[in-house]
């Protein structure tokens, strides 16, 4: 009698295992399927992200823009320079863009322009997923620092040649040290790697 409750144990804790087995393989594939839906559509909303920043990074007409296809930007640690972009009169490189994603206090994406004299034209955040009423603010636009900027508009029309530094040249938000921090990180890997960029096709 024993033996015969030992192998209905063992027997109904295969079918259990062979269910939640089942069960994983369903969620996977169903996961997968609606990857291959939102994907696309994703891809879709970050492009037109970009193609809207680039026109305010660089809006005068007569300009076109293109994705850097002739150089890779090195990955530091955990900050990877997605793409790079530059903006063109004719065949002159007149500014560039980079797009560069790494940890805040959680994760976040942005948008870097700047002309080839380093000067900033503008930062934008594709993703932030910071803590609501803290790290957010970074990328709220009702959210003003004490200088009556918006954290991320502070940093346009400002040089980017010597890197930024909270406390130095732009503002960290009081009780988001850390993502301050990190953010300005992302934007020197960022210029960092658009001014060598520069520098390999010549531009001054």
């Keep these: 009698m024993a033996e015969s409750a030992k192998k209905e144990n063992a027997w109904s804790m295969l079918k259990l295992g062979l269910v939640l087995c089942a069960y994983a393989v369903i969620a996977c594939a169903m996961l997968a399927v609606v990857n291959n839906f939102t994907a696309p559509k994703i891809a879709d909303n970050q492009a037109k992200k970009v193609s809207a920043a680039m026109q305010e990074f660089f809006p005068e007409s007569g300009l076109t823009f293109e994705t850097v296809k002739d150089f890779t930007p090195p990955v530091v640690g955990a900050i990877t ?4 972009y530059v903006a063109k009169r004719g065949d ?5 863009a980079a797009q560069v994603t790494g940890p805040t206090y959680d994760q976040g994406t942005i948008l870097i322009g700047m002309k080839t004299d380093g000067t900033v034209t503008g930062l934008k955040f594709l993703k932030l997923t910071d803590s609501p009423g803290f790290g957010l603010k970074a990328n709220d636009a009702t959210f003003k620092l004490p200088n009556g900027k918006t954290f991320y508009g502070q940093f346009e029309g400002k040089n980017a040649a010597s890197g930024f530094t909270a406390g130095e040249n732009f503002d960290a938000i009081s009780g988001a040290t850390i993502t301050s921090v990190a953010v300005s990180s992302l934007i020197n890997e960022g210029t960092k790697n658009i001014f060598a960029y520069f520098d390999k096709k010549g531009v001054n």
């Design 81 to 84: 320079v997605d793409e790079m």
């Design 92 to 96: 002159k490189i007149i500014g560039g």
